[in-house]
C-alpha cells in the first residue's frame, strides 16, 4: 500500500476540491484582467460590480482601479466573514488575485485595431466568461457579485441575473461621469457580460 492508499477518501476529495477552486481563481482572474486590458481600457468603458466602480474611479482620480476595488469590497467581505465564513477566503482570494493583476499587468493597445462597439461586445463576452469560471466554483470577482452571490441564495434567482442588475445600477451613476458613447459602449459591455455570466453559470444552483 502507498502512502497515497492510506489517505482517507474523503481529504482526497477536500484536497482535489480546493486545487479546483484555486484553479479557477486563477484562470478567470485572467481571463477577466486581460478582456479588462484589451477591450475596455482602450476606450474607458466600464462594466458593472465593484470592478466597473474601480475603472471608474481610476478614470476620474489617481487612485488605482485595482486598489479602489479591494477597498470599497471590504465592508461586503467584512460581513460575509460574519453571515456565511464558508464564502470568505476564496472569495477573498479571487478579489485579491484581481486586483493584483490589474496593477501589475501595464496597459498595452490591441495589436490590431477594433472597433468601439465590437471592443464593448468582446469585452463584455470575455469578462463575463471569466466570471462565470469564477462563480461556477462558487467564487465572485468583487464585493457587489459576492452580494448578488448571497441573494442568490435567499431567492434561488440566477446568480449572473442578480449582478446584471446591480451593473445596471453602476452604469446608472456612471452616466454622471462619462459621456454618451462611452455609456453606449458600458451598456453594451454588461449586456455581453450578463449574457454569458448567465450561460456559463445556467447548469449550477447557487
Not at 21 to 28: C, F
Request: glycine letters at 10%; hydrophobic letters at 50%.
Amino acid at each position: 500500500m502507498t502512502p497515497q492508499d492510506k489517505v482517507p477518501s474523503g481529504v482526497k476529495l477536500i484536497n482535489y476540491y480546493r486545487l479546483k477552486r484555486l484553479s479557477s481563481v486563477v484562470i478567470g482572474s485572467f481571463i477577466i484582467v486581460f478582456g479588462i486590458h484589451l477591450f475596455i481600457l482602450p476606450h474607458h468603458i466600464i462594466e458593472g460590480g465593484m470592478l466597473g466602480i474601480g475603472l471608474l474611479t481610476s478614470y476620474i482620480t489617481p487612485i488605482p482601479s485595482g486598489v479602489a476595488i479591494l477597498l470599497l469590497s471590504l465592508p461586503i467581505y467584512i460581513f460575509t466573514w460574519f453571515y456565511k465564513k464558508s464564502l470568505f477566503w476564496f472569495n477573498m482570494l479571487g478579489v485579491i488575485f484581481i486586483s493584483f493583476l490589474l496593477e501589475v499587468i501595464p496597459d498595452f493597445e490591441p495589436p490590431f485595431h477594433i472597433p468601439p462597439l465590437l471592443s464593448a461586445w468582446l469585452g463584455g463576452v470575455m469578462i463575463g466568461t471569466g466570471i462565470g469560471v469564477l462563480l461556477r466554483s462558487h467564487i465572485t470577482t468583487d464585493g457587489l457579485d459576492l452580494l448578488a452571490h448571497l441573494l442568490s441564495f435567499k431567492t434561488n434567482m440566477n446568480v449572473g441575473i442578480l449582478i446584471f442588475f446591480l451593473d445596471m445600477l453602476v452604469i446608472f451613476g456612471g452616466m454622471f461621469v462619462l459621456n454618451k458613447t462611452q455609456i453606449v459602449l458600458s451598456l453594451i459591455t454588461i449586456s455581453g457580460i450578463g449574457i454569458m455570466t448567465t450561460l456559463v453559470t445556467w447548469s449550477k444552483r447557487h
